[in-house]
């Protein structure tokens, strides 16, 4: 999740990340970083069968450099677009 192009970004892992956008976009829990910092675009995300390897991939990401974290999102979303507007997203 991220609040604006080069802005302030999160990392977080869920089994259901329909409902854990729907959460950030609506504020859910009013203490929580992503509220704090408006972060309510998605800009990346990726899917994983097991939760182990979910957890795994979310310490890899949140161990690595901010340069890191947006050289990935720019390689499958260069223009920064919030992911949670497009069909897709919604309808896979």
Not at 40 to 50: I, P, Q, R, T
């Amino acid at each position: 999740m991220f609040n604006r192009k080069n802005g302030t970004l999160y990392t977080g892992v869920t089994n259901d990340i329909r409902r854990r956008v729907y959460e950030h976009k609506n504020k859910t829990y009013k203490n929580s970083f992503t509220a704090k910092y408006n972060c309510n675009k998605l800009a990346y995300y990726e899917n994983f069968k097991y939760v182990n390897d979910a957890l795994e991939r979310e310490k890899k990401l949140k161990s690595g450099s901010r340069t890191q974290k947006i050289k990935l999102i720019e390689s499958i979303n260069p223009n920064w677009l919030d992911l949670s507007e497009q069909d897709m997203f919604w309808f896979k």
